[in-house]
């Protein structure tokens, strides 16, 4: 079985650019969730989606944060335009349903690396 | 705000020693996963305790979840290098999870 895809692996940009990363769920997963990780720290939520609806985007910086889910499958994340502290990775996972009672497993891709000079 | 204090956050052994990792909440959870993550990866379950004083053993690894569903321990014995890793709790509610930081484990030749 395929694991989470993410591409691209590393990206780095100038502070003021605009950036978007690409994730590919397992097939069959409903849920997707967009983490950032910043060195250091655990992952912090961004956003998750249920097939290609919103769930949950409390933690997202909606000012220059955006993401899709079109046709329910794979998702883009886009950040524009980007600070210093964006730099981070930014990891995609996904899950069969809900994680709910969290008996569900949620499923990481490898991350996009993002570094903002 | 939900939050889970790990600790210790570095923590450097030889093969062969045992350890505890700890994780902390004032909140109470529903669930409290464990992931180890390794460097240029993401994150991979090892195990989900669900139930209020609830122990898992996954080979050398014993999990325990607190009665009060606020925290947790992760026990290693007898370390391997290949237990080399960030460990890193997360605490189910409702529909999201919250990770603590992570302890990074290194485990010396």
């Known amino acids: 079985e395929a694991g989470v895809a993410q591409s691209p692996r590393y990206k780095i940009i100038e502070k003021r650019q605009s950036v978007a990363f690409w994730c590919n769920p397992i097939s069959g997963h409903a849920t997707l969730y967009w983490y950032q990780q910043i060195l250091g720290q655990g992952p912090k939520l961004l956003i998750q989606f249920q097939n290609n609806g919103v769930v949950d985007d409390s933690q997202l910086p909606k000012d220059r944060f955006s993401a899709e889910r079109l046709k329910g499958v794979d998702s883009t994340l886009k950040i524009q335009p980007a600070k210093l502290e964006d730099s981070a990775v930014y990891l995609c996972a996904s899950s069969l349903d809900w994680i709910g009672s969290s008996r569900e497993t949620q499923y990481f891709g490898p991350g996009t690396r993002l570094l903002v000079l | 705000t939900q939050l889970l204090e790990q600790s210790p956050q570095f923590l450097s052994i030889q093969e062969g020693e045992n350890l505890t990792v700890y994780c902390n909440s004032s909140?109470?959870?529903?669930?409290l996963q464990w992931y180890r993550q390794e460097p240029g990866e993401g994150p991979v379950l090892l195990v989900t305790v669900v139930t209020g004083g609830e122990v898992k053993k996954l080979k050398r690894l014993t999990f325990q979840f607190g009665d009060a569903r606020k925290d947790s321990s992760l026990h290693i014995t007898a370390a391997q290098p290949g237990d080399t890793g960030l460990y890193l709790c997360a605490g189910g509610s409702n529909y999201k999870l919250t990770f603590g930081k992570g302890t990074l484990l290194t485990v010396n030749p």
């Open positions: 909140s109470v959870f529903s669930s």
